[in-house]
C-alpha cells in the first residue's frame, strides 16, 4: 500500500442534466478512515455527488479513485462501498436478518453461513436478537439502525449515508448520530454523510465540505469552517452569525456606523476606500468584562429583546454607535443573571476584532 493518506480522490467531477449544471469542477480528495460531512441547502447537488460516487449516476466528465483504482466508470456492483439512505431503506417484506444479509448473499453466501455474521451486526448496532422481525415492527430509529448494519454488512471500505437521520425525531437523531460516529470510529471507515444539518456537521465530522449551487465553497474542519468561513454564504450557512454593513477605509480599516475597525478580509475581494462590505460576526464574540473605557471597539448599548433558547439566549442589542442595525449577542443563563440582561438594560462590552469576518457586501446579498 503507498503512502498517500487519500483513500478517496474526486478529480474535476461535473456533471449536467440536460442543460442544468448540477456538479461543477469538484476536486476533493478524502482520507482512509475518515468522516465528512456533505454540506449545504437543498438542490446544492450532495445527492447527486454521493450518488456519482456510488456509480448510480454517471458523472459527465471527471475521475474518481478509490484505493488508487480508477473506478470511475465501474458500476455500482464494481464498487467497494455500503450505502444508506433517509428512509424506505429497509425491504418491507424481508425479516430483519435477511434484510441485514442481503448484501451476503448477493455475494453468494448461504443464510446460514451469514447467519453468525449477521448477528455480529445487529450487536453493533445495538438491536441483538432482532433478526426475526420485520421491518414495520420496528420504530425509525430502529429501522435505520438495521439498514446501517445492512450498509456493513460486507464490510465495504467506504460507507455512503444520504441523510439517515433527517426522517428521525430530534432526540433519536443525536443519539443515533453519536453512535453512527463511534461506530465509525471503532471500524475506520471511510464515511461520507450527507446532511443540510449544519449542528449534525459540526458535531460528527472530521471534514466539511460546504457546498452551494453546485460547487463547493470550502472544505475544512467544523471548527475551520465555523471560525473561519471562507464566504459570505458559510458564514450565514454554518451557525448564527451578525452581518452588518460597513465601509471600507483603506489598509484593513473598516466603519460600520461610528465604529471603526482593523481586521484581515477575506481573500479576492474588492476593499479599496469607499467600497461596501459586509462584516460578520458571532453572537458569542463579545468581551463583557476587562474592556477599557479606550478599547476602540468599546460598546454601549440598550437589550431590546431576550430570545430564550434553553441553555442560552440570544439578547438582541441596539448598540449607540451603530443605530441602525440590531446586533444578537449570545448569553448563558448563568451571564444573563452575572451581567443584568433583560429588555431595556443598559450593556457595556467590546467586539472581538480579531473574530470578525470582512466579505464583500456583493456576495452577501
Ligand atoms: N435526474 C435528474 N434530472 C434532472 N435534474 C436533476 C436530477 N437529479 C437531480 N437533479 C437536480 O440537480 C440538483 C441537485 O440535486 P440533488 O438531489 O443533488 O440536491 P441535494 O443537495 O441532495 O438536495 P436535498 O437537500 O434537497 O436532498 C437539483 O437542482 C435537482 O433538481
Ligand atoms: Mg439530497
Same mark, same amino acid.
Given at each position: ?49 454521493? #450518488? /456519482? ?6 458523472? !459527465? %466528465?471527471?475521475?474518481? $479513485? ?5 473506478? *470511475?466508470? @465501474? ?69 435505520? #439502525? /438495521? ?6 454488512? !460486507? %464490510?465495504?471500505?467506504? $460507507? ?5 437521520? *433527517?426522517? @428521525? ?197
Amino acid at each position: 500500500m503507498s503512502d498517500d493518506p487519500t483513500y478517496l480522490d474526486l478529480r474535476r467531477i461535473h456533471k449536467r442534466f440536460g442543460a442544468f449544471t448540477a456538479l461543477e469542477s469538484i476536486d476533493l480528495a478524502i482520507r482512509r478512515g475518515e468522516f465528512v460531512c456533505f454540506l449545504g441547502p437543498s438542490g446544492c447537488g450532495k445527492t447527486t455527488l454521493l #450518488r /456519482i460516487i456510488a456509480g448510480l449516476e454517471m458523472q !459527465t %466528465s471527471g475521475t474518481i $479513485l478509490q484505493a488508487g483504482r480508477d473506478i *470511475s466508470v @465501474l458500476p455500482p456492483a464494481g464498487r467497494d462501498y455500503g450505502i444508506m439512505f433517509q428512509s424506505y431503506a429497509l425491504f418491507p417484506n424481508l425479516s430483519v436478518a435477511d434484510n441485514v444479509a442481503y448484501g451476503l448473499v448477493n455475494r453468494r453466501q448461504s443464510r446460514v453461513q451469514a447467519a453468525p455474521r449477521v448477528e455480529e451486526l445487529l450487536s453493533l448496532v445495538g438491536l441483538p436478537g432482532s433478526g426475526a422481525r420485520y421491518p414495520a415492527q420496528l420504530s425509525g430509529g430502529q429501522q435505520q #439502525r /438495521i439498514a446501517l448494519a445492512r450498509a456493513l454488512a !460486507t %464490510s465495504p471500505g467506504l $460507507l455512503l449515508l444520504d441523510e439517515p437521520l *433527517s426522517a @428521525l425525531d430530534a432526540i433519536v437523531r443525536v443519539h443515533l448520530r453519536n453512535e453512527i460516529r463511534s461506530l465509525q470510529r471503532k471500524l475506520g471507515v471511510t464515511t461520507v454523510m450527507v446532511t443540510h444539518d449544519q449542528e449534525e456537521a459540526l458535531s460528527v465530522a472530521d471534514r466539511i465540505v460546504v457546498m452551494n449551487h453546485g460547487a463547493i465553497e470550502q472544505i475544512g474542519t467544523p471548527m475551520q469552517v465555523y471560525r473561519e468561513p471562507a464566504s459570505a454564504f458559510v458564514a450565514d450557512f454554518v451557525g448564527k452569525a451578525n452581518r452588518l454593513r460597513a465601509v471600507a477605509e483603506g489598509d484593513r480599516w473598516f466603519r460600520c456606523g461610528e465604529l471603526r475597525l482593523q481586521c484581515t478580509p477575506g481573500a479576492g475581494a474588492d476593499f479599496r476606500p469607499g467600497r461596501p462590505v459586509a462584516l460578520y460576526l458571532r453572537p458569542e464574540d463579545r468581551v463583557m468584562e476587562g474592556v477599557r473605557d479606550d478599547d476602540p471597539l468599546l460598546c454601549a448599548g440598550t437589550v431590546r429583546n431576550v430570545e430564550f433558547l434553553g441553555g442560552n439566549c440570544l439578547a438582541e442589542v441596539l448598540v449607540d454607535a451603530i443605530p441602525d442595525q440590531p446586533l444578537q449577542l449570545q448569553f448563558s443563563l448563568n451571564q444573563m443573571d452575572e451581567f443584568d440582561v433583560r429588555e431595556g438594560a443598559r450593556l457595556r462590552f467590546a467586539l472581538r476584532a480579531d473574530r470578525v469576518r470582512v466579505f464583500a457586501a456583493a456576495d452577501a446579498a
